[in-house]
Protein backbone atom coordinates (compact mmCIF):
# COMPACT_ATOMS: atom_id res chain seq x y z
CA UNK A 1 0.00 0.00 0.00
CA UNK A 2 1.30 3.49 -0.96
CA UNK A 3 0.87 5.87 1.99
CA UNK A 4 1.06 9.37 3.19
CA UNK A 5 4.34 9.57 5.82
CA UNK A 6 1.49 11.75 7.87
CA UNK A 7 -0.91 9.05 7.81
CA UNK A 8 1.44 6.53 9.13
CA UNK A 9 2.80 9.10 11.88
CA UNK A 10 -0.15 9.77 13.35
CA UNK A 11 -1.14 6.60 13.43
CA UNK A 12 2.35 5.48 15.63
CA UNK A 13 1.74 8.41 17.78
CA UNK A 14 -1.55 7.29 18.78
CA UNK A 15 -0.37 3.94 18.95
CA UNK A 16 2.64 4.50 20.97
CA UNK A 17 5.11 3.13 18.32
CA UNK A 18 7.49 3.96 16.38
CA UNK A 19 7.89 3.63 12.26
CA UNK A 20 11.51 2.64 10.70
CA UNK A 21 12.58 5.14 8.13
CA UNK A 22 15.34 3.30 6.41
CA UNK A 23 17.69 5.08 4.51
CA UNK A 24 18.02 3.69 0.79
CA UNK A 25 20.45 3.95 -2.12
CA UNK A 26 19.97 0.88 -4.56
CA UNK A 27 17.42 -1.76 -5.39
CA UNK A 28 18.61 -4.06 -2.87
CA UNK A 29 18.19 -1.88 0.25
CA UNK A 30 14.69 -0.79 -1.13
CA UNK A 31 13.75 -4.49 -1.05
CA UNK A 32 15.48 -5.36 2.31
CA UNK A 33 13.01 -2.49 3.83
CA UNK A 34 9.60 -3.48 2.63
CA UNK A 35 10.58 -7.55 2.78
CA UNK A 36 11.00 -6.72 6.16
CA UNK A 37 7.95 -4.86 6.74
CA UNK A 38 5.66 -7.57 5.23
CA UNK A 39 7.30 -10.37 7.38
CA UNK A 40 6.52 -8.01 10.47
CA UNK A 41 3.50 -6.47 9.15
CA UNK A 42 4.91 -3.35 10.19
CA UNK A 43 4.57 0.20 7.91
CA UNK A 44 8.09 1.28 6.86
CA UNK A 45 9.02 4.93 5.51
CA UNK A 46 11.78 4.43 2.38
CA UNK A 47 14.20 7.30 2.90
CA UNK A 48 16.27 9.00 0.51
CA UNK A 49 18.60 11.35 0.95
CA UNK A 50 19.39 14.69 -1.50
CA UNK A 51 23.20 13.98 -0.95
CA UNK A 52 22.30 10.89 -3.08
CA UNK A 53 20.47 12.65 -5.98
CA UNK A 54 24.39 13.20 -7.82
CA UNK A 55 24.31 9.31 -8.30
CA UNK A 56 20.41 7.92 -7.89
CA UNK A 57 18.02 8.30 -10.64
CA UNK A 58 15.84 10.38 -8.77
CA UNK A 59 12.37 9.94 -10.74
CA UNK A 60 13.20 6.25 -11.43
CA UNK A 61 13.92 5.26 -8.13
CA UNK A 62 10.73 7.01 -7.20
CA UNK A 63 8.74 5.48 -9.53
CA UNK A 64 10.56 1.78 -8.41
CA UNK A 65 9.41 2.88 -5.04
CA UNK A 66 5.65 3.37 -5.55
CA UNK A 67 5.83 0.47 -7.84
CA UNK A 68 6.83 -2.02 -4.83
CA UNK A 69 4.49 0.07 -2.35
CA UNK A 70 1.77 -0.12 -4.73
CA UNK A 71 1.89 -4.41 -4.17
CA UNK A 72 2.96 -4.28 -0.81
CA UNK A 73 0.77 -5.92 1.98
CA UNK A 74 1.99 -2.85 4.11
CA UNK A 75 1.85 0.68 4.20
CA UNK A 76 4.68 1.94 2.57
CA UNK A 77 5.69 5.81 2.34
CA UNK A 78 8.38 7.52 0.35
CA UNK A 79 10.67 10.49 1.96
CA UNK A 80 13.10 12.34 1.37
CA UNK A 81 15.50 12.82 3.95
CA UNK A 82 17.71 15.90 4.29
CA UNK A 83 16.87 18.39 1.24
CA UNK A 84 18.83 21.75 1.68
CA UNK A 85 17.66 23.11 -1.76
CA UNK A 86 14.45 24.11 -2.76
CA UNK A 87 14.50 22.43 -5.58
CA UNK A 88 15.37 19.11 -4.79
CA UNK A 89 12.21 19.39 -2.46
CA UNK A 90 10.16 20.36 -5.68
CA UNK A 91 11.68 17.52 -7.97
CA UNK A 92 11.23 15.34 -5.10
CA UNK A 93 7.42 16.27 -4.23
CA UNK A 94 6.85 16.50 -8.78
CA UNK A 95 7.86 12.08 -8.73
CA UNK A 96 5.94 11.29 -5.79
CA UNK A 97 7.49 11.44 -2.81
CA UNK A 98 4.56 11.27 -0.03
CA UNK A 99 6.99 13.59 2.53
CA UNK A 100 10.01 15.82 2.34
CA UNK A 101 12.64 17.11 5.11
CA UNK A 102 14.11 20.45 4.79
CA UNK A 103 16.82 20.64 6.70
CA UNK A 104 17.63 24.55 7.94
CA UNK A 105 19.74 23.31 11.06
CA UNK A 106 22.18 25.65 10.16
CA UNK A 107 20.44 28.71 9.75
CA UNK A 108 19.39 30.49 13.12
CA UNK A 109 15.64 30.32 14.14
CA UNK A 110 14.30 33.41 12.84
CA UNK A 111 15.98 32.53 8.96
CA UNK A 112 15.04 28.18 9.53
CA UNK A 113 11.62 29.37 10.46
CA UNK A 114 11.22 31.63 7.45
CA UNK A 115 13.02 29.02 5.07
CA UNK A 116 11.27 26.01 6.27
CA UNK A 117 7.82 27.89 5.80
CA UNK A 118 7.78 28.80 2.71
CA UNK A 119 8.86 24.80 1.68
CA UNK A 120 5.66 23.93 4.13
CA UNK A 121 3.23 25.99 1.75
CA UNK A 122 4.80 24.73 -1.73
CA UNK A 123 4.51 20.87 -0.67
CA UNK A 124 0.78 21.23 1.36
CA UNK A 125 -0.28 22.89 -1.82
CA UNK A 126 0.57 19.18 -3.49
CA UNK A 127 -0.55 16.85 0.03
CA UNK A 128 3.14 16.39 0.65
CA UNK A 129 3.85 16.32 4.47
CA UNK A 130 7.13 18.24 5.61
CA UNK A 131 9.77 17.18 8.35
CA UNK A 132 11.91 19.69 9.55
CA UNK A 133 15.27 20.04 12.40
CA UNK A 134 15.90 22.71 14.77
CA UNK A 135 18.76 22.05 17.03
CA UNK A 136 21.80 19.86 15.29
CA UNK A 137 22.53 16.55 14.94
CA UNK A 138 26.11 15.53 15.18
CA UNK A 139 28.09 12.95 13.45
CA UNK A 140 29.88 9.49 14.81
CA UNK A 141 31.59 6.82 13.25
CA UNK A 142 30.84 5.42 9.86
CA UNK A 143 28.48 7.55 8.92
CA UNK A 144 27.93 9.06 5.21
CA UNK A 145 25.41 11.80 6.92
CA UNK A 146 25.26 15.05 7.75
CA UNK A 147 27.54 16.72 10.56
CA UNK A 148 25.97 19.03 12.11
CA UNK A 149 27.09 20.99 15.77
CA UNK A 150 25.60 18.98 17.89
CA UNK A 151 23.29 21.89 19.50
CA UNK A 152 20.01 19.80 21.68
CA UNK A 153 16.61 21.47 20.82
CA UNK A 154 15.37 24.08 22.97
CA UNK A 155 11.71 23.34 23.74
CA UNK A 156 10.48 26.93 23.91
CA UNK A 157 12.19 27.42 19.96
CA UNK A 158 10.68 23.93 19.38
CA UNK A 159 6.97 25.03 20.49
CA UNK A 160 7.60 28.39 18.57
CA UNK A 161 8.97 26.53 15.40
CA UNK A 162 5.99 24.23 14.94
CA UNK A 163 3.22 26.77 15.63
CA UNK A 164 5.11 29.64 12.94
CA UNK A 165 5.94 26.83 10.28
CA UNK A 166 2.52 24.72 9.76
CA UNK A 167 5.65 21.37 10.20
CA UNK A 168 3.84 18.02 10.50
CA UNK A 169 7.14 16.69 12.19
CA UNK A 170 9.89 17.48 14.01
CA UNK A 171 13.33 16.07 13.84
CA UNK A 172 14.70 16.52 18.03
CA UNK A 173 18.51 16.94 18.70
CA UNK A 174 18.79 15.19 21.95
CA UNK A 175 21.90 13.57 22.07
CA UNK A 176 21.68 10.85 19.16
CA UNK A 177 24.51 11.01 16.16
CA UNK A 178 24.23 9.72 12.84
CA UNK A 179 26.96 6.86 12.69
CA UNK A 180 28.04 4.94 15.50
CA UNK A 181 28.58 6.49 19.01
CA UNK A 182 32.71 6.99 19.19
CA UNK A 183 32.02 7.41 23.15
CA UNK A 184 29.03 6.56 25.43
CA UNK A 185 25.95 7.46 24.00
CA UNK A 186 24.34 10.79 26.17
CA UNK A 187 21.07 11.10 25.10
CA UNK A 188 19.16 13.57 27.08
CA UNK A 189 15.45 12.03 27.30
CA UNK A 190 14.23 14.19 30.30
CA UNK A 191 14.67 16.88 26.93
CA UNK A 192 12.61 15.04 25.47
CA UNK A 193 10.02 14.82 27.92
CA UNK A 194 9.98 18.54 27.68
CA UNK A 195 9.52 18.82 23.83
CA UNK A 196 6.91 16.50 23.84
CA UNK A 197 4.77 18.71 26.12
CA UNK A 198 5.58 21.93 24.03
CA UNK A 199 5.05 20.20 20.35
CA UNK A 200 2.44 18.46 19.32
CA UNK A 201 3.60 16.68 16.21
CA UNK A 202 4.95 13.63 16.16
CA UNK A 203 8.61 13.87 16.81
CA UNK A 204 11.62 12.28 14.86
CA UNK A 205 14.77 11.29 16.19
CA UNK A 206 17.85 10.68 13.38
CA UNK A 207 20.75 8.28 14.60
CA UNK A 208 18.91 4.99 15.39
CA UNK A 209 22.42 2.88 14.65
CA UNK A 210 24.22 2.28 17.92
CA UNK A 211 21.07 3.67 20.33
CA UNK A 212 21.13 1.44 23.24
CA UNK A 213 17.32 -0.68 23.20
CA UNK A 214 16.26 0.45 26.30
CA UNK A 215 16.96 4.15 25.28
CA UNK A 216 14.96 3.85 21.48
CA UNK A 217 12.18 2.12 24.00
CA UNK A 218 12.21 5.28 26.38
CA UNK A 219 12.16 7.53 23.68
CA UNK A 220 9.26 5.91 22.06
CA UNK A 221 7.42 6.36 25.29
CA UNK A 222 8.44 10.00 25.30
CA UNK A 223 6.74 10.53 21.88
CA UNK A 224 9.48 9.34 18.87
CA UNK A 225 7.30 8.10 16.13
CA UNK A 226 9.62 8.26 13.64
CA UNK A 227 13.35 6.71 13.69
CA UNK A 228 15.76 6.65 11.01
CA UNK A 229 18.41 4.26 10.45
CA UNK A 230 21.32 4.05 8.08
CA UNK A 231 24.40 3.26 9.36
CA UNK A 232 24.12 -0.39 10.58
CA UNK A 233 21.89 -1.36 7.61
CA UNK A 234 25.26 -0.13 5.52
CA UNK A 235 27.61 -1.95 7.84
CA UNK A 236 25.89 -5.02 7.80
CA UNK A 237 26.08 -4.58 3.68
CA UNK A 238 29.79 -3.59 3.37
CA UNK A 239 30.55 -6.41 6.03
CA UNK A 240 29.31 -8.88 3.81
CA UNK A 241 30.69 -8.02 0.32
CA UNK A 242 34.00 -7.66 2.61
CA UNK A 243 33.76 -11.73 3.49
CA UNK A 244 32.50 -12.35 -0.35
CA UNK A 245 36.12 -10.75 -1.00
CA UNK A 246 37.84 -12.49 1.16
CA UNK A 247 37.39 -15.60 -0.15
CA UNK A 248 39.29 -16.70 -3.09
CA UNK A 249 36.63 -18.20 -4.88
CA UNK A 250 34.66 -15.46 -5.13
CA UNK A 251 35.40 -14.18 -8.46
CA UNK A 252 33.92 -16.92 -9.53
CA UNK A 253 30.37 -15.95 -8.30
CA UNK A 254 27.96 -14.20 -10.47
CA UNK A 255 27.57 -10.24 -9.32
CA UNK A 256 23.42 -11.32 -9.14
CA UNK A 257 24.63 -13.90 -6.43
CA UNK A 258 26.37 -11.26 -4.38
CA UNK A 259 23.70 -8.84 -4.38
CA UNK A 260 21.42 -11.09 -3.33
CA UNK A 261 23.06 -12.02 -0.84
CA UNK A 262 23.53 -8.52 0.55
CA UNK A 263 20.01 -8.08 0.87
CA UNK A 264 19.79 -10.60 3.15
CA UNK A 265 22.91 -9.80 5.39
CA UNK A 266 20.65 -5.85 5.53
CA UNK A 267 17.44 -7.98 6.64
CA UNK A 268 17.87 -9.16 9.95
CA UNK A 269 19.48 -5.45 11.45
CA UNK A 270 16.06 -4.03 9.56
CA UNK A 271 14.12 -6.54 10.93
CA UNK A 272 16.03 -5.93 14.74
CA UNK A 273 15.03 -2.51 14.30
CA UNK A 274 11.18 -2.64 13.54
CA UNK A 275 10.19 -4.82 16.38
CA UNK A 276 11.98 -2.49 18.55
CA UNK A 277 10.09 0.02 17.17
CA UNK A 278 6.41 -1.57 16.93
CA UNK A 279 7.09 -1.88 20.68
CA UNK A 280 4.76 -5.52 20.17
CA UNK A 281 4.60 -6.31 23.70
CA UNK A 282 3.54 -2.47 25.30
CA UNK A 283 1.11 -2.94 22.47
CA UNK A 284 -0.06 -6.44 23.34
CA UNK A 285 -0.48 -5.31 26.89
CA UNK A 286 -2.69 -1.99 25.98
CA UNK A 287 -4.64 -4.94 23.62
CA UNK A 288 -5.46 -7.09 26.60
CA UNK A 289 -3.56 -9.50 25.33
CA UNK A 290 -2.13 -12.07 27.62
CA UNK A 291 1.61 -11.91 26.85
CA UNK A 292 2.11 -15.71 28.40
CA UNK A 293 -0.66 -17.19 26.02
CA UNK A 294 0.62 -14.88 22.87
CA UNK A 295 4.01 -16.34 23.57
CA UNK A 296 3.10 -19.69 23.66
CA UNK A 297 1.26 -19.52 19.94
ZN1 LIG B 1 19.49 12.60 9.80
Redesign the pocket.
Known sequence: MRFNTKQILVDAQQGEYAVAAFNVYSLETVQAAISVAEKENQPVIIALGERYFPTVDVEGFAALVQAMAGKSRVPVALHL??AYEKSSIIRAIRCGFTSVMYDGSKFDLEENIQRTKEIVEIAHKAGVSVEAEIGS?ARGAFSD??DGDGTLTDPESAKRFVAETGVDFL?AAIGTV?GMYTGEPKIDLALLERIRSEVQVPLVL??GSGTPDDVISQAIRSGICKI?VNTEISMAAVAHLLKFAADASASKVHLSTIMAHMQQSMEPVMTKFVRLFAQMERKHRRMGIDLEEWDSL
Do not use: K
Request: net charge negative; hydrophobic share 20%.
Open positions: DHVEEAHHGN
